[in-house]
Nanobody, 119 residues
Framework: QVQLVESGGGLVQAGGSLRLSCAAS????????MGWFRQAPGKEREFVAH????????YYADSVKGRFTISRDNAKNTVYLQMNSLKPEDTAVYSC????????????WGQGTQVTVSS
């Protein structure tokens, strides 16, 4: 089992920045692919970004490309999401997830952290 706990959410004005953190505990963190997802009120959960086990490969949704950066520190068992140039449409609950292989389902999820961007 892998337990994931997000932090760093909050209220920010449009154009501002936030950095989310996802701390993992339980099984060894380093082999897992890690991802960030978000869900806005009344909408389906959507993919935001993912990162390979060693950080060598990243992938972003078009809606955040160029504004968000995913990174990880395996020594700290933590994955980050740096969010810049935030827009009101980025408002959502952001959750991190883990999977053991690129082709595996996302098996472990955190509870999420609220990000609210005011206009």
């Amino acid at each position: 089992q892998v337990q994931l706990v997000e932090s760093g959410g909050g209220l920010v004005q449009a154009g501002g920045s936030l950095r989310l953190s996802c701390a993992a505990s339980g099984r060894t963190f380093s082999p897992y692919y890690m991802g960030w997802f978000r869900q806005a009120p009344g909408k389906e959960r959507e993919f935001v970004a993912h990162i390979s086990w060693n950080g060598g490969s990243t992938y972003y949704a078009d809606s955040v490309k160029g504004r968000f950066t995913i990174s990880r520190d395996n020594a700290k068992n933590t994955v980050y999401l740096q969010m810049n140039s935030l827009k009101p449409e980025d408002t959502a609950v952001y959750s991190c997830a883990a999977r053991i292989l690129y082709t595996s389902p996302w098996s472990y999820w955190g509870q999420g952290t609220q990000v609210t961007v005011s206009s």
